[in-house]
């Protein structure tokens, strides 16, 4: 594959760096979008070999990576969702195909909403939207106490707490969000640095506490595939991509491996990239 071209888009509140990986080959497909949140560009080095003969774009939403937040504004979903249309935008205008992980699947949701014309097809992996699932309630809780957790003791304490939250499997229990967690358990240093810029930590809430716009996502349907991880049934996002295919009248596709199944051995948390490039590579030509 190419070498990667960098290039910066000054968008209201930040500066945001992308990436274009250009076809080995001439192509009539359309540039594919690899995109995440809180993971940056780097993330996805390895899903983007796997499609030597298409157009790849990366990009670090503005509170991560080479991006910088040049605002003070919240940074919720539609935020990073109208910064990924302006990136669409400035190579072209689309429609692009997008690969979307975790929160970046509900940026893409939001921006598929928003301008529809610029997506021709969207796979949005685990969307991690505690509203729709029947726990809604603990499920938010715990988030929020997450954060608090966070902007009280830091970042281990909070990290520690998520650990544990991403391992649930099943309802969150209801006091879940009382329940201590250990760092040290983790690895995780107990005492506060006193730093409060995590990408994850401090954008969960608004990333967890998102309303998907079924009403205008639901007649563009037939352009949405929702995935779920094999190896991550019963966890959070799982059963919150389950139940977004299910408002949308969709069945969920079942992708190899775990919530980051794409990634490579680089990340220390390596999934099955090579069979979820194939399942990708399948759906995108099933639904292109």
């Known amino acids: 594959m190419a070498e990667p071209r960098t290039l910066t888009l000054d968008v209201p509140g930040a500066k945001l760096a992308y990436d274009i990986r250009d076809a080995e080959d001439g192509t009539a497909e359309p540039p594919l979008l690899l995109i995440g949140l809180p993971m940056d560009a780097g993330g996805f080095h390895t899903l983007a070999g796997h499609f030597p003969d298409r157009t790849v774009v990366t990009y670090d939403p503005r509170v991560t990576g080479r991006s910088e937040r040049t605002g003070t504004e919240p940074v919720t979903p539609e935020v990073h969702a109208d910064d990924v249309h302006r990136v669409i935008s400035a190579i072209g205008g689309g429609p692009v195909d997008i690969f979307a992980s975790s929160g970046g699947a509900l940026t893409a949701l939001a921006l598929l909403g928003r301008h529809p014309e610029q997506v021709r097809t969207l796979v949005a992996h685990e969307p991690p939207t505690a509203p729709v699932l ?155």
Do not use: C, W
């Open 134 to 288: 029947p726990d809604r309630e603990e499920a938010m809780a715990a988030t929020a106490g997450i954060r608090s957790i966070y902007e009280r003791d830091g970042f281990g304490p909070a990290m520690a707490k998520f650990i544990a939250l991403s391992s649930v499997k099943g309802p969150i229990p209801r006091d879940f969000a009382d329940e201590p967690a250990d760092p040290a358990a983790f690895g995780l240093p107990a005492e506060d640095d006193g730093s409060r810029g995590d990408p994850l930590l401090t954008n969960m809430v608004a990333v967890t506490h998102y309303e998907v716009d079924f009403d205008a996502l639901g007649p563009l349907s037939e352009r949405i595939v929702i995935g779920a991880g094999a190896a991550s049934e019963g966890e959070l996002a799982h059963r919150a991509a389950v139940e977004v295919a299910e408002r949308l009248g969709i069945e969920p596709v079942i992708f190899p491996s775990h919530h980051g199944g794409f990634l490579g051995p680089e990340s220390g948390y390596a999934g099955e990239p090579d069979a979820f490039a194939a399942t990708l590579r399948q759906v995108l030509a099933g639904t292109g």
